[in-house]
């Protein structure tokens, strides 16, 4: 089922999200939901506060290595995390990127380039992953919007203001 997307500046996407306690249907169907929300909207990530929920979960799009034409993502290739705790973070890389509660605006940011992660799968698994390509970058964006942060805060003064300008007229125009 789709959920309506949070966007910018709403205040909901401050929040820091609490701990999953229970990895029940509730979880799942959250989880199912930001699942098809995402693929509607061409997105590869969501955190589950983009949904309105103020839980600690997010899911990534793992991109396929060889994709052909218009085939889509199956859902197997999407990497779901709940409770993330990142614990090493090395390196830096500048990477572009943007986000669905900020849909159209996409920009270089910079981030640490490789990244182990701990995490619990939907059945309360306790996992690792690491990586230092897409997926470090993508995992980075997503908890921070657990900590009710998000991407454009990491603009330097002079861009943030030219995107704040930009954003409030979009909003007025009903474009976004
Ligand atoms: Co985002």
Redesign the pocket.
């Known amino acids: 089922m789709l959920r309506e997307i949070v966007v910018y500046p709403d205040r909901r996407l401050k929040l820091i999200s609490k701990e999953v306690v229970s990895f029940d249907g509730a979880l799942h169907d959250l989880l199912d939901d930001m699942y098809d929300t995402m693929i509607a909207k061409n997105g590869v990530?969501l955190?589950a506060i983009?949904v309105g929920v103020d839980l600690r979960a997010l899911i990534i799009n793992i991109p396929l290595e060889e994709k052909e034409g218009n085939e889509s993502q199956p859902k197997e290739n999407t990497l779901e995390m709940i409770n993330p705790v990142i614990i090493e973070a090395d390196g830096k890389e500048k990477f572009q990127e943007g986000?669905?509660?900020?849909p159209g605006f996409y920009e270089d940011i910079e981030r640490a380039k490789h990244v182990r992660v701990e995490y619990y799968d939907r059945d309360g698994n306790k996992e690792t992953i690491e990586d230092d390509d897409f997926l470090a970058i993508a995992m980075q964006?997503?908890i921070d919007?657990l900590e009710g942060k998000?991407?454009i805060e990491k603009l330097s003064y002079i861009k943030r203001k030219k995107f704040e300008k930009e954003w409030k007229r979009k909003l007025k125009e009903g474009v976004v």
Do not use: K
Not at 99 to 102: K, N
């Open positions: 990530g955190a983009q986000c669905l509660s900020i964006h997503e919007h998000v991407f």
